[in-house]
């Protein structure tokens, strides 16, 4: 049975996972990975969702504030013999849901165009590719995209 956790970056198995997530970026990234790796840093994170089986952390995501109104979504990742189960369709939207609790209204994230499994995940939950943001401005590597939180009245 899966049970998904609210914590933060500093959570030990979430930093497990981390290193896992950057180990498999630095292999799909090559020598891009240094650029991503700069702005995906976990010690400021207050916003973390671990999904647990059997006593064993299995995925992860968070995210942290983005402006007034937007939250950007970091650090999805599945264990690999995980994957195919779901399993990130629900971190996701844990994660929305936790952003909207927080009174956030939309959502933005950047994935890479070699994550193409993570490209369809975002599309099937209602994700729309928008303009690079930020630093991922005329990046060729980079999609961006966002959702937006409809509040329950």
């Not at 981390?18 to 700069?38: I, M, N, P, S």
């Not at 010690?43 to 983005?66: P, R, S, T, Y």
């Not at 950007?72 to 599945?78: A, L, S």
């Not at 909207?100 to 959502?107: A, M, N, P, S, V």
Request: aromatic share 10%.
């Amino acid at each position: 049975m899966l049970q998904l956790i609210r914590t933060n970056s500093q959570h030990e198995r979430f930093i497990s996972l981390v290193k896992l997530l950057d180990q498999e970026l630095a292999e799909r990234d090559g020598a891009e990975h240094g650029f991503y790796a700069t702005y995906n840093g976990i010690d400021q994170i207050n916003h973390v969702v671990l999904v647990m089986e059997n006593d064993q952390a299995i995925a992860c995501g968070a995210f942290k504030a983005f402006d007034e109104d937007s939250v950007e979504i970091k650090r999805m990742f599945v264990i690999m013999e995980h994957r195919g189960r779901g399993v990130a369709g629900d971190i996701l939207l844990a994660l929305e849901e936790w952003a909207r609790e927080l009174g956030f209204q939309k959502t933005v994230l950047e994935t890479g165009k070699r994550q193409p499994e993570a490209i369809r995940l975002y599309q099937k939950y209602g994700y729309r590719q928008i303009s690079n943001y930020g630093q991922y401005a005329g990046v060729e590597n980079s999609v961006c995209f966002e959702k937006k939180l409809l509040i329950d009245d």
